[in-house]
Nanobody, 124 residues
Framework: QVQLVESGGGLVQAGGSLRLSCAAS????????MAWFRQAPGKEREFVTA????????YYADPVKGRFTISRDNTKNMVYLQMNSLKPEDTAVYYC?????????????????WGQGTQVTVSS
């Protein structure tokens, strides 16, 4: 069983930065895919970014390209989301997710494990 725990959310002004962390435990992750999704009130959960645990290939949704960076620390089983130039439309609950080794997908249905989420609020 995989456990994911997010931290680092908060309130920030537009243009500011935040770094989210996801602590992963419960198994060896080898070629698993780690991702961040977000869900704003009244909207569906949407893909933000993903990274392959082995190799480090990254994938980004268009709205966050050039502003967000995903990274991982294999020695600590941690995944990070550095968010810069934040906009009010980035306001959402951000979730860490894990998928077994397979092609990266942007649908939430493709991920088997989820954290509890952390709130990010960007004020204008």
């Amino acid at each position: 069983q995989v456990q994911l725990v997010e931290s680092g959310g908060g309130l920030v002004q537009a243009g500011g930065s935040l770094r989210l962390s996801c602590a992963a435990s419960g198994r060896a992750f080898s070629s698993h895919i780690m991702a961040w999704f977000r869900q704003a009130p009244g909207k569906e959960r949407e893909f933000v970014t993903a990274i392959r645990w082995t190799g480090g290939s990254t994938y980004y949704a268009d709205p966050v390209k050039g502003r967000f960076t995903i990274s991982r620390d294999n020695t600590k089983n941690m995944v990070y989301l550095q968010m810069n130039s934040l906009k009010p439309e980035d306001t959402a609950v951000y979730y860490c997710a894990c998928s077994p080794p397979r092609p990266v997908v942007t649908s939430a249905a493709g991920y088997d494990y989820w954290g509890q989420g952390t709130q990010v609020t960007v004020s204008s």
